[in-house]
């Protein structure tokens, strides 16, 4: 079965500067999350789209922003990168937004800021 | 604001030891509680799903459990590959469909 897939798996970056993450969610489900897990952390909510549209946003920083595009796939791009940005970023897909707690995740991109 | 507390913080078991995850929930009406299982470095896997008191999955070694305060992930004869960080979810009724994670149980099984 087709999972969500997110590129790159690592990245390593340095202070200041800016990165792209992207994610290909499952086919046909309606709603896209994005979070960020530090060490030891549960999953930060960062922001969503529900039909390509942003739906809800959480702990995101003004640096960050995100968007989802007409193929469905999504892009969070992050600028002015600090090393407290450092973390695992997780995408979710989830076929139905009412039953939101119902998410299939990517392997994540690990973010390191140097 | 909605609250989801895991308890013990890590659990360590042998091999055939059964025991039970806590997650206690505030929230002001409950649409869903949830259950992942994340295995280190990687993205959580979804496990159950449960929407009413009383309710109660099972998949292999591992039984969800819901009241109307707390929900239990019981783990009968657990192996190795059982471990794992267990973390627990909870969507509220009403507003945001997004949900509220807890910080998770980390589980070790020693053969």
């Known amino acids: 079965a087709a999972g969500v897939i997110q590129s790159p798996r690592h990245l390593i970056k340095e202070k200041r500067e800016t990165a792209t993450l992207k994610c290909y969610p499952i086919?046909?489900?309606?709603?896209v999350y994005w979070y960020q897990q530090g060490p030891g952390q549960d999953p930060q909510f960062l922001i969503s789209?529900?039909?390509?549209?942003?739906?809800d946003k959480g702990s995101i920083p003004d640096r960050f922003s995100a968007q989802q595009f007409s193929d469905y796939h999504s892009e969070l791009n992050m600028s002015s990168l600090e090393l407290g940005d450092s973390a695992l970023y997780f995408c979710?897909?989830?076929?139905?937004?009412?039953?939101?707690?119902?998410?299939?995740f990517g392997a994540g991109t690990r973010l390191s800021v140097l | 604001e909605d609250q989801v507390t895991q308890s013990p913080e890590a659990l360590r078991l042998q091999e055939g030891e059964s025991s039970s995850l806590n997650c206690s929930y505030t929230?002001?009406?409950?649409?869903?509680l949830f259950w992942y299982r994340q295995d280190p470095g990687k993205g959580p896997e979804f496990l159950f799903t449960?929407?009413?008191a009383g309710e109660e999955k099972e998949k292999e070694r591992l039984k969800a459990t819901l009241t109307k305060k707390e929900s239990f992930l019981h783990i009968t004869a657990p192996k190795p590959e059982d471990s794992a960080t267990y973390l627990c979810a909870v969507q509220a009724s009403g507003g945001s469909y997004i949900p509220t994670f807890g910080r998770g149980t980390s589980l070790i099984v020693h053969p």
């Open positions: 086919p046909r489900h309606d709603t």
């Open positions: 979710a897909s989830s076929p139905q937004r009412e039953r939101g707690g119902i998410q299939y």
């Open positions: 789209f529900y039909e390509k549209m942003q739906s």
């Open positions: 449960l929407y009413s």
């Open positions: 929230v002001s009406g409950l649409r869903g």
